[in-house]
């Protein structure tokens, strides 16, 4: 999947810069990493844009932008 999509943060922990869209692909959360969020400075509610990886059986947020 490439294609940009939009969605808000479900939940956001600022200390782990780690969380969950409120994205579903197949049933599942799509994940938030500190590598993807980096500088930002997201909270609960922001909207953001960004693309979907797969890894095992999970799937990432990469190219995360506040829109």
């Known amino acids: 999947?490439?294609?940009v999509k939009t969605a808000t943060?479900?939940?956001y922990n600022?200390?782990?810069k780690a969380g969950f869209l409120d994205f579903?692909?197949?049933e599942d959360d799509?994940?938030?990493t500190a590598e993807e969020v980096g500088s930002l400075k997201l909270k609960n509610g922001d909207e953001?844009?960004?693309e979907v990886k797969k890894?095992?059986?999970k799937h990432y947020a990469t190219n995360v932008?506040?829109?």
Request: no cysteine; hydrophobic share 45%; proline share 0%.
């Open 48 to 50: 953001v844009t960004f």
């Open 1 to 3: 999947m490439s294609d």
């Open 24 to 26: 579903e692909v197949e």
């Open 14 to 16: 600022t200390s782990l």
């Open 9 to 11: 943060v479900k939940m």
């Open 65 to 67: 932008r506040i829109k």
């Open 30 to 32: 799509v994940i938030l």
């Open 55 to 57: 890894q095992g059986d």
